[in-house]
């Protein structure tokens, strides 16, 4: 080492200094020095350099990144989603459900001991509470100023000029129609405050009240039909042109809005889907009451 550098560092030396020749340049490593230093150099105005002979840049090391897992049905659609918790309701063992989710499984072909006896009287309250949804549903949809609302106008799925037809045949044949019973009410209440609401919770309902009709009121309608109706097919169950297409048209226009829609938003419409289907559950069940 030069005589000069060594004398320099010797005059700064203090016992808690240590120095190394590395690479043809003078290194120190003591904190305690390098503070002093730096206090004096600014007592003087100066700034202090401290160089070495190899620079490491500082690496900054990014945070994986996590993906959410999707739900089952997410990447087609939000109609897919609620697809896949109605399924999941259906094929729920019965002796693991909740009286609630039970109702809902009167959706299904079967009843399981093959004792499905309809009578008049239930099917009339069936028909009158049903006639009261649809109607909620229309009026909603026709008087609300949401621009969301207005994709759903004139679909070709409504059903409550139907209805009305069958229920005047009735009334010729000299049956008596009741009113409006405690589930339908109830229901229409429920759908009234939704639709205020949120536009995603009442067009979750929107879709699940057709979607239960198309396919399980086929099951209804046939097995009334047969029992009840000796073969009569009721307005409430045709459809002007084909109610597949028809339907198909609604499921795409929900599935558009539902991608502007937050995950949050589709979670909350996912647990009205359960909602929907209990409250349709409980509709259906007057038809055996």
């Not at 700064?12 to 003591?30: C, D, K, M, V």
């Not at 190899?54 to 989603?81: A, D």
């Not at 099917?123 to 009158?128: D, E, I, S």
């Not at 509470?129 to 549903?137: A, G, Y």
Request: proline letters at 3%.
């Amino acid at each position: 080492m030069d005589k000069a550098l060594q004398h320099a560092v010797s005059s700064l030396w203090t016992p808690s200094i240590s120095f190394r020749h590395e690479a043809g340049a003078l290194q120190y490593i003591n904190s305690g020095f390098l503070r002093n230093q730096m206090n004096g150099r600014r007592k003087n105005g100066e700034s202090l350099i401290l160089c070495c002979s190899e620079y490491t840049p500082l690496q900054v090391v990014k945070k994986r990144k996590r993906y959410r897992k999707q739900y089952p049905g997410e990447s087609t659609g939000i109609t897919e989603e609620m697809r896949f918790v109605a399924m999941k309701l259906r094929n729920t063992p019965k002796t693991n459900i909740t009286h609630k989710e039970e109702e809902s499984e009167e959706y299904n072909d079967d009843d399981g001991d093959g004792t499905w006896q309809p009578s008049m009287e239930g099917f009339l309250k069936y028909l009158v509470d049903s006639k009261l949804i649809f109607n909620t549903v229309d009026r909603i949809i026709d008087d609300s100023q949401d621009v969301s609302y207005a994709y759903f106008r004139r679909t070709g799925l409504e059903r409550s000029g139907g209805l009305s037809k069958d229920l005047e045949w009735f009334s010729q044949q000299n049956m008596v129609i009741p009113p409006p019973s405690n589930p339908g009410v109830s229901y229409a209440q429920y759908l009234e405050e939704i639709a205020e609401e949120s536009a995603p919770l009442f067009l979750c309902h929107f879709y699940n009240i057709y979607f239960s009709h198309i396919a399980g009121g086929q099951v209804i309608a046939r097995r009334v039909s047969e029992k009840l109706l000796e073969g009569r097919e009721l307005e409430f169950y045709k459809w002007e042109g084909d109610v597949q297409e028809l339907f198909k048209g609604v499921r795409e226009k929900l599935n558009m809005l539902g991608e502007h829609w937050t995950r949050d938003e589709k979670n909350k419409c996912l647990r009205e889907t359960t909602k929907s289907f209990r409250f349709m559950g409980q509709i259906v069940r007057l038809i055996i009451s």
